[in-house]
């Protein structure tokens, strides 16, 4: 996406006061993520005062792809005190933030939420925890996804 395009867009929003309006917000925050702009990005969503689920994955997405999965985790955590519920889109994509770190322990915490939730493994959900536990090094578990898909 063309950030100087985004930019203007983003002029004629506030000049036509749609800077309230959560899904045009949402669109913003996702356009500054994507074009690596994620401090734009996060002064957007923390400006905003309805954030929704979309709004949150949005954000939560921003950082995993920007390089900072990290945040995108604590966000997911913030989300939930919120008490915002994810949906599988979520889920997706904060396995993904999870894949990107490598690391076991936020994996199988990510993994055990989903299992709380009793969020039912579809092809995509499935794929992206395979793709997490090879990445984090567990064949055990990898195998396990597998098993129940």
Known sequence: MDLLMGSLVHGVVLKSGLCWDHFVCAALVDMYAKCGVIDDARKLFDDMHK???VT???MIDGYAECGNANESLVLFDWMREEGIVPD???MVIVVNAC???GAM???RFVHDYICSMKFS????LG???IDMYAKCGSVDFTR???DRM
């Open 127 to 129: 794929t992206a925890m």
């Open 144 to 146: 396990e996804i597998l």
């Open 105 to 107: 322990h936020k994996a």
């Open 88 to 90: 599988k889109i979520t």
């Open 56 to 58: 949150w994955t949005v």
């Open 121 to 124: 493994l579809n092809v995509i």
């Open 99 to 101: 894949s990107k770190l």
């Open 51 to 53: 954030k929704d689920l």
